[in-house]
């Protein structure tokens, strides 16, 4: 079945650019999307096709996908952005979920 | 405004069948992939399966054999039951509405979640 990894923590200083990796085999073959989940909180798209913002999600936050990597940024990061992010592709009609990265800012 | 609200028995014991029933407002379910999506306490998201329109549905292989999903249009719900449920299956259970397969369009929207207990 296919997998998708991510790093189980990311740690980022306020202001700066958090970056969290999501690798597959071909997964920039497939979309990737990214989900916010807060604690205690149903988790919320951010991006979707690769790299396109639903209405009223920040434009600091960005993503891309090439290769075997996709990868979610977020600029200039604040302590609200605290939370777990998840990645997500299909593959053959199925959706797979990555393990979560839980960003600290610190 | 598009809402989900998951509904059904917050305790089910083992070995029975997990019900749960997601009602949808403000859009028809007709129209969108609706996917159900679980996760234990402490850990990540894992996606049950998805049906769209009574007529198309797909489940994750891991727990297929256990899955059925359905849709009443005229009540705008979906309702999924899970079979011989172990502790295992203790988890927060969400409803997403989503898009085609393959399509890239995210489920953008999500219900609150139901927490389900199994035990005795």
């Known amino acids: 079945s296919y997998e998708l990894t991510q790093p189980p923590s990311v740690s980022v200083s306020p202001g700066q650019t958090a970056s969290i990796t999501c690798s597959g085999d071909?997964?920039?073959?497939?979309?990737a999307c990214w989900y916010q989940q807060k604690p205690g909180q149903s988790p919320v798209l951010l991006i979707y096709?690769?790299?396109k913002r639903p209405s009223g999600i920040p434009e600091r936050f960005s993503g891309s996908n090439s290769g075997n990597t996709a990868t979610l940024t977020i600029s200039v990061t604040q302590a609200m952005d605290e939370a777990d992010y998840y990645c997500q592709a299909w593959d053959r009609s199925t959706v797979v979920f990555g393990g979560g990265t839980k960003l600290t800012v610190l | 405004q598009v809402q989900l609200q998951e509904s059904g028995p917050g305790l089910v014991k083992p070995s029975e069948t997990l019900s749960l029933t997601c009602t949808v407002s403000?859009?028809?379910?007709?129209?969108?992939?609706w996917s159900w999506i679980r996760q234990p306490p402490g850990k990540g998201l894992e996606w049950i399966g998805y049906i769209y329109n009574s007529g198309s549905s797909n489940y994750n292989p891991s727990l297929k054999s256990r899955v059925t999903m359905s849709v009443d249009t005229s009540k705008n719900q979906v309702s999924l039951k899970l079979t011989s449920v172990t502790a295992a299956d203790t988890a927060v259970y969400y409803c997403?509405?989503?898009?085609?397969?393959?399509?890239?369009?995210?489920?953008?929207?999500w219900g609150q979640g139901t927490t389900v207990t199994v035990s005795s």
């Open positions: 997403a509405r989503g898009y085609s397969p393959g399509g890239g369009g995210g489920m953008d929207v």
């Open positions: 071909k997964l920039g073959d497939k979309y």
């Open positions: 096709q690769d790299n």
């Open positions: 403000g859009v028809s379910i007709s129209s969108y992939y």
